[in-house]
């Protein structure tokens, strides 16, 4: 039986109006399921835990954005159980990563399907945080302030009730350039170190998108075994600006103030800390140290080929 665990608030209420499709859908076509339909993350890890002792649920589908799912991935890692998306989110990195269509009853499709692509974590450390876990991608430094400032923010909610999304990233990058200090970066990857002046972000990624769409480290392939980070740095504010449109079809990588690095693990320091935040919820701070943790999630995704 598939366990539907629903964020009826993520999207801004887009969960609620996608879970009544599905539920319907499952109505009519007669198939048996179980629901947590939870008002917060902890009441919806604290009823999975609960269903899955049962040993009856042969897959967990989530209906929600990333920060949903997020907030799920030590459950569904440990228990080793298949996991399914619904998106419903404001930026569904998630399932444009894995390929899963926004259409709910395409989706709900995917899910009973059955078909699973086993897929890499990126585990985090810092001194905020000493184990979390992120599907997406984690946010340090600029990019980390502007998922600060649309997470719960007014323009955000708007931005959902008019269907996009993805703009409140945008809005959210602006109102951060205009408070944001850039400051030498070190990153070491697999022992070897970098250094940046200004450094703006350093994106740590295990898909090739991030913020909406954003396409932040292109050749980043969920079950490739490696992190790939994204460090912007050496630049004007300006020249951000001119770089931001870039991110939409993945043609920064080509200027001299982008640096590509990969690798299994990755530590970033910096003088004053900067923000980082893991599929769009708070990861804590620099000093952050990322390792890829490969094949830890069977990912109900298309069948390939
Ligand atoms: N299972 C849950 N039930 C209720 N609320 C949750 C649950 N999980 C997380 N939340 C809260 O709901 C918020 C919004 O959820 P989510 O991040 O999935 O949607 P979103 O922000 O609209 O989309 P996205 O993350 O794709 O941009 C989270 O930031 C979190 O505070």
Not at 53 to 72: E, Q, R, Y
């Amino acid at each position: 039986m598939v366990l539907f665990v629903v964020n009826e608030s993520s999207g801004n209420g887009r969960g609620k109006k996608v879970w009544a499709k599905v539920e319907a859908q499952l109505h009519k076509r007669g198939i048996e399921y179980h629901t947590v339909v939870s008002s917060s993350q902890d009441e919806a890890v604290i009823r999975m835990e609960e269903l899955l002792l049962t040993g009856k649920m042969k897959a967990v589908a989530v209906i929600g954005g990333d920060g949903t799912l997020h907030g799920l991935l030590p459950l569904l890692v440990a228990s080793g159980i298949p996991c399914g998306l619904i998106p419903a989110g404001s930026g569904n990195d998630t399932s444009r990563a894995l390929g899963i269509p926004r259409n709910p009853i395409r989706a709900l499709d995917i899910i009973l399907a059955g078909h699973t692509r086993r897929i890499d974590v990126l585990e985090t450390t810092s001194e905020q945080y000493k184990s979390q876990i992120t599907l997406t991608a984690v946010a340090v430094g600029l990019d980390g302030a502007v998922a600060a400032d649309v997470n719960g923010s007014g323009y955000k909610r708007w931005c959902n009730k008019l269907g996009v999304g993805s703009l409140a990233y945008i809005i959210g990058l602006f109102r951060s350039l205009a408070v944001f200090k850039p400051q030498s970066i070190t990153v070491t990857i697999d022992g070897v170190t970098h250094d940046f002046t200004r450094g703006w972000l350093s994106a740590i990624s295990n898909v090739s998108t991030y913020g909406g769409g954003l396409k932040i480290c292109p050749k980043a392939l969920p079950d490739d075994n490696l992190l790939h980070t994204c460090i912007v740095h050496s630049c004007s504010v300006w020249r951000i600006l001119l770089i931001f449109p870039t991110l939409l079809n993945g043609s920064h990588v080509k200027q001299p103030y982008v640096t590509i690095l990969s690798g299994r693990s990755v530590r970033i320091d910096a003088p004053k800390p900067f923000v980082a935040f893991g599929d769009g919820e708070p990861s804590g701070h620099t000093p952050l140290i990322a390792t890829i943790v490969p094949a830890q999630l069977d990912f109900l995704t298309e069948a390939s080929g």
